[in-house]
């Protein structure tokens, strides 16, 4: 038998499990509703990405070395000076990156199909296959023609709004707004930002989350998210962070505004009969820091490589037992990331005194030191005790400061 499998989505998480399918001989078909599709997104990737995912220089936007923290009261900290003259946080626009990792898939054997999945039809044992109805908008039509594919696994990696997920009853997850306008500012201003990135925390720019003034090819990515967004509330915000970084932005020209859900935590069940869910449509977003580029990526290779795994190089079917081993792995790999994360925002995202605090430790050395060996090549960097002992108290004592800053902070209000 040849194994058919059906990705529903075709962005970094989708692209990276085709890829890894039919580089095993696995028949792969890939759903991508947009093929022109630029999900609003800070864009950052940490640099192991690069290389584990063989992403060429003209990928990236820019190399960014240089990050500004700014506190609520405009306190500003430098961090990226224990970066090496190597090392560098990437920037995309997801219209590029993702148009490069689906056509690379397509063009290693997957078949990509430009539709919109509509309904995922069940089978009723563990042995029929899964029928999917969608829209082939390939003729360029918007309503696409009807038409149907039957396949023995699907992967859905199909975003926050995942229509596979609601299929199996993966059950529901909180989600923040992610709301961004692409501004074209003067030559002079784009100059400040050759290398460096912006991040901003305050009550006025998010109550749960931070703000971006993130450098792009020949513009800049000026947002916010926030969980307790909605139409108004969202806006709100985004005048905040327009105000904040008003003078870096002015003469600017909007050129693009996007808005789109961020799943905050995984969903309920992730894989359900021999469905499995990645990226988005899993919940892999990370909290605190947002990141989900190279999550998703991750995921959609850790799952079709389970599914090769555990098909014998497509030879058999797995099943569902079979597939969820991807979760176990995931978890394992990388449920204490999750977790140390969720963590850091519940303690320092709850206040703009702890919002200071949290800036001001980022100007200790050893704490930057550790955060970026962290973010770019996704390890638990082993500090010595010292250090470790010392990030500790320094952790204690800004937020010692922080809640006493607290009371006199809410008495001037």
């Known amino acids: 038998m040849t194994l058919r499998v059906a990705v529903v989505g075709g962005g970094p998480a989708g692209s990276s499990a085709a890829e890894t399918l039919v580089k095993a001989g696995i028949e792969t078909y890939i759903f991508e509703r947009k093929l022109d599709n630029a999900k609003p997104c800070g864009g950052a ?84 296959p899964y029928t999917l109805h969608y829209a082939d908008h390939s003729g360029g039509k918007i309503q696409g023609e009807a038409k149907t594919l039957q396949v023995d696994l699907v992967i859905g990696a199909d975003g926050a709004n995942s229509r596979v997920a609601k299929a199996i009853d993966a059950g529901d997850y909180n989600y923040a707004v992610a709301f961004q306008e692409r501004i074209r500012i003067p030559q002079d201003k784009m100059d400040y930002y050759e290398d460096l990135a912006e991040m901003y925390v305050g009550d006025d720019v998010s109550p749960d989350f931070y703000a971006w003034v993130f450098p792009k090819y020949d513009h800049v990515a000026v947002g916010t998210g926030t969980m307790r967004g909605n139409q108004a509330s969202i806006k709100k915000l985004q005048a905040g962070i327009r105000k904040r970084a008003a003078k870096r932005l002015e003469g600017g020209e909007i050129i693009k505004v996007e808005a789109h859900p961020i799943p905050e935590h995984p969903r309920p069940r992730r894989v359900v009969g021999r469905v499995a869910l990645v990226g988005d449509a899993a919940g892999t977003v990370t909290k605190s820091s947002g990141e989900g580029i190279y999550f998703a990526a991750k995921s959609g290779r850790m799952c079709a490589e389970t599914i090769v795994e555990m098909s014998e190089q497509g030879a058999k079917v797995p099943t569902e037992a079979d597939l969820k081993k991807y979760i176990k792995r995931w978890d394992r790999e990388y449920g204490l990331t999750y977790l140390v994360l969720d963590v850091l925002q519940r303690v320092f995202y709850r206040s703009d005194a702890t919002r200071e605090a949290f800036v001001e430790m980022c100007s200790d050395i050893d704490v930057q030191k550790l955060t970026f060996e962290s973010y770019l090549y996704k390890t638990v960097v082993p500090a010595n005790p010292f250090v470790q002992l010392k990030i500790t108290a320094k952790t204690i004592g800004s937020l010692m400061r922080g809640y006493a800053l607290a009371p006199k902070q809410m008495a001037n209000r």
């Open 45 to 128: 990737i940490p640099l192991c990405m690069v290389g584990e995912f063989e992403l060429p220089p003209e990928i990236i936007d820019r190399r960014v070395r240089k990050m500004k923290m700014i506190s609520p009261s405009n306190v500003e900290v430098d961090i990226g000076g224990t970066l090496k003259d190597d090392e560098y946080i990437g920037m995309c626009r997801r219209e590029i990156l993702d148009g490069f990792m689906r056509d690379r898939a397509e063009k290693l054997g997957a078949k990509l199909i430009n539709g919109t999945v509509h309904k995922l039809e069940l089978p009723t044992n563990d042995k029929d």
